[in-house]
């Protein structure tokens, strides 16, 4: 139920939500639409499930980069602390600097999480947001629900003026259903 609630909430917003069956799946989606480099920043879920090791036979994969590596990219991918249902949206701890760039430049966007991290609402999310902080005070916390939007010129809806025209979140069963990793 939840994780349905969350897929109809994010659609809802323009984002594609794909369950995949594993690391290859993910793998073949991402290539599948990506036709440049492919930036992946450090992520321990993403690492310990082996995503750069298939990813690097399909793409041309960028695990360091800089800002202006990071603005020639065709897409970057995340992990997720964990996803809220209510309103389709992605919350991630990206004090990291690769992890930002990799959210916020290219023009896609995709994002790797267990459904077993989608909570069903804002206050379901508290305790995990408040172990986040407890953990790194200072951190910054990204929350996303769909694609980058705009309609601060005469009022025309844009997407994707500050950050990517696409999120795709990919739903892998057994990733990681730790809420402080991402």
Known sequence: MTVERFRQAAE????A??????????CRYIAGRCDGPV???????????GLSAELEQQVKLLTAFDKSA???????????NFGIAETGTIVLESSAEPVRLATTLPPKHFVLIDPAKIVADGRAAVPYLQNLHHLAPQSFIAY????????DIERVLTIGVHGPKE????????????FMES
């Open 144 to 151: 996303i629900t769909g694609p980058s939007r705009t309609a």
């Open 39 to 49: 930036l992946l920043p450090s992520q321990p879920s993403l690492e310990r499930g």
């Open 70 to 80: 990071a603005e020639q990219a065709a897409a970057g991918i995340s992990g997720a």
């Open 167 to 178: 999120l795709h979140i990919l739903l892998l069963d057994n990733l990681s259903s730790d």
């Open 12 to 15: 809802n917003v323009g984002t």
């Open 17 to 26: 939500v794909v369950p995949v069956a594993d690391i290859g799946d993910a």
